[in-house]
């Protein structure tokens, strides 16, 4: 059974994949630094291993259905590191979302909660995008 409470190490593992995505922002506004992408990248692993657990993280990465994603998250990931940042960047975010795309219903209902955002995402438009990707809600992997 997943444990719902926030340890020290819970902690220190959301502020690692916190900075993560902050130091990757900051690659893409200096026009893809390879230093800044490459150094968002470790502590977004980082701290998702910390956050999960090294068991959990490496079982949804290994998972059948999430090779691709992870391959190409990986390749990107490398790509980065050789110097090719927009190629390697292009290739992490394909990665990305085919990893994570079982989270984005469960994102969405969550946005509909917060005041400003849930009346955005009640506007026609919007609602029609997330029935039609509601349906397709898997498990999650956490």
Sequence with gaps: MVSLEMN???????????????FSF?????LFDKGFLAMG??????????TIGLKST???????KNY??????????LMVLIGWPVIGMILEAYGFIV????????????LQRIPVLGWIMQQ?????????????????PV
């Design 58 to 64: 490496m079982q949804f990465f290994m998972k059948p």
């Design 68 to 77: 691709k994603g992870t391959i190409s998250f990986g390749i990107g990931f």
């Design 124 to 140: 026609p438009f919007v609602t029609s995008l997330v029935t039609r990707y509601r349906g397709r809600r898997g498990r999650v």
């Design 99 to 110: 990893l994570f795309s079982g989270f984005w219903p469960t994102l969405a209902v969550f």
């Design 8 to 22: 020290d190490m819970k902690k220190i593992g959301l502020g690692l994949t916190g900075f993560g995505v902050f």
């Design 41 to 50: 990248n470790i502590l977004f692993i980082s701290g998702l291993m910390m």
């Design 26 to 30: 900051l690659g893409i506004i200096f």
